[in-house]
């Protein structure tokens, strides 16, 4: 099956500095991947659609100033949450979008999630 | 309300029960697709049911969509303890696009109780 990473799985980091999120499809291609933020016992919240080549298209009430994302290859996305505050703490996870088409056209293929937290 | 809401939000079963939950969307969709989420962990994909199905089956899995009642339910027969974790429906309105942006419901937190 189609399989996605992220790295790191937890990270703590300090109020005022940026941390980077990778997310990587392993064994296909991925024309789009997706960023989403969960808030603990909620729901996923897209944050943003990252196409490859491209520049990413934010959510509403996503500063686009602050969670940077990159889309440099068909097998890698970045997420960096420049100059972290403790209300950045939360779970984030990215899904990929095959470029094959097929059978799972319209598959999303999630990551396992970073944890975030912010002191 | 937010597209996509899921109940009951907790349910909580006996083994060899079956569990039914339900999904609740407001807009026209292209597809509606199924998710579990282990505690702090991904998502897995569990099914997905297009706009003109009405019903779909895999494994101990059984979907169904009502599009004229904009809700969909998911039934999980003979529960294990395994599938102890969060459901959540997630709508897609878009058609023949590169990657679907889907919406996703609250989730229902099922416990199968051994």
């Known amino acids: 099956g189609a399989v996605v990473s992220q790295h790191p799985s937890r990270v703590i980091c300090k109020s005022g500095t940026s941390v980077k999120i990778e997310c990587r499809s392993l064994?296909?291609?991925?024309?789009?991947m997706f960023w989403y933020r969960q808030f603990p016992k909620k729901s996923l919240m897209l944050m943003a659609t990252?196409?490859?080549?491209?520049?990413?298209?934010?959510e509403q009430g996503v500063e686009k100033d602050k969670f940077l994302i990159n889309h440099a290859s068909l097998t890698l996305s970045t997420l960096t949450v420049t100059s972290a505050h403790p209300e950045d703490s939360s779970f984030y996870i990215c899904?990929?979008?095959?470029?094959?088409?097929?059978?799972?056209?319209?598959?999303?293929?999630f990551g396992p999630g970073t944890r975030l937290t912010v002191t | 309300s937010q597209q996509g809401e899921e109940d009951p939000q907790a349910l909580s079963i006996q083994e060899g029960e079956n569990a039914t939950m339900n999904c609740s969307y407001k807009?026209?969709?292209?597809?509606l697709q199924w998710y579990r989420q282990n505690s702090g962990r991904g998502l897995v994909h569990l099914i997905l049911?297009?706009?003109?199905?009405r019903e779909k089956h895999s494994g101990r899995l059984r979907v169904t969509l009502d599009t004229s009642k904009k809700s969909s339910s998911l039934l999980i027969t003979a529960s294990r303890a395994a599938d102890t974790a969060s459901y959540f429906c997630?709508?897609?309105?878009?058609?023949?696009?590169?990657?679907?942006?889907?919406?996703f419901g609250e989730g229902t937190q099922l416990t199968v109780n051994p």
């Open positions: 899904s990929a979008h095959p470029r094959a088409r097929g059978s799972n056209f319209y598959e999303q293929y």
């Open positions: 064994d296909f291609q991925a024309t789009t």
């Open positions: 997630a709508t897609d309105a878009r058609r023949e696009t590169s990657g679907s942006r889907l919406t």
């Open positions: 990252s196409n490859e080549g491209s520049k990413a298209t934010y």
């Open positions: 807009t026209s969709i292209n597809n």
């Open positions: 049911i297009r706009s003109n199905e």
